[in-house]
């Protein structure tokens, strides 16, 4: 089943395991981990949340909203918000934190969603897509909940760092997949993810009826430089993850309506 969070960093390379991405077995753990550390506090969520720019009265879907924090954030800033996630227990942690502010869903990005067309202004998808192999069925229902004029924003691994976890010698055009253990609380939790090459994640978008309106390799925020100084240099210096907008083409009319 997929799961969709925010990656936290320098997870090490495992051999395949029976059951992968399971985030209802550490998702009070990860939460913890993800809520003030410097890949997700300060470099994923603030990268989200300046693409986004002023979103007060827009209808936000966080699609992976995970235990919520970039919902919180979100609904902080005047949008109004559903959240949709596969993980039960990230479900939970993200009721707790948002109370009755923000619609919450249990479903499956690979599930049809069960919002009318053009029932949002904004998809936010962070560090999600990347948990699936085709992403085809999952952007077409993504355009179809989006009004014509409405933004997909979106986070992965980033392609060109993903291929270097991956054999030395595997082929670079070919979408595959590559795993990982993250270790919380002396637990190690198999992840599997799958990596796209450049030109296959733009397809992806394009053959989905979005128009591409923007790449980002952002910098984290500059407060980690003293909070973080070894890591901020690295995620400074190092590509991470790749940020991208795609737009869904306004009507005929010219309207977003």
Not at 2 to 19: I, K, L, S, Y
Not at 101 to 123: N, Q
Request: aromatic share 10%; glycine share 6%.
């Amino acid at each position: 089943m997929e799961r969709a969070t925010e990656v936290p960093g320098n997870p090490a390379q495992f051999a395949e395991p029976a059951r992968v991405n399971d985030y209802d077995s550490f998702a009070v753990a990860y939460s913890a981990e993800t809520e003030n550390n410097l890949v997700n506090a300060y470099y994923a969520r603030p990268a989200m949340l300046a693409l986004a720019g002023e979103v007060a009265g827009r209808r936000i879907l966080d699609a992976g909203c995970g235990s919520g924090a970039l919902s919180a954030a979100l609904r902080d800033r005047g949008a109004v918000v559903t959240g949709i996630d596969a993980s039960a227990e990230m479900l939970a942690l993200a009721r707790r934190r948002l109370g009755d502010d923000v619609d919450l869903h249990a479903l499956d990005l690979r599930d049809r969603l069960p919002f009318a067309d053009g029932a949002f202004d904004d998809v936010v998808a962070s560090l999600v897509l990347h948990y699936l192999e085709d992403w085809g069925p999952t952007l077409a229902e993504l355009r179809r909940v989006l009004r014509p004029g409405g933004r997909l924003i979106a986070s992965v691994d980033h392609p060109f760092v993903a291929y270097t976890f991956q054999a030395p010698h595997a082929d670079y055009f070919a979408t595959t997949s590559y795993t990982f253990e993250w270790t919380f609380n002396g637990q190690s939790t198999p992840m599997r993810f799958w990596r796209k090459p450049l030109h296959a994640v733009i397809d992806a978008f394009t053959s989905a009826g979005f128009r591409l309106s923007l790449i980002s390799e952002p910098q984290p925020d500059p407060a980690a430089r003293e909070l973080f100084p070894d890591g901020f240099h690295d995620l400074s210096t190092k590509p991470c993850f790749l940020f991208f907008v795609v737009e869904v083409p306004p009507s005929a009319t010219g309207s977003d309506d």
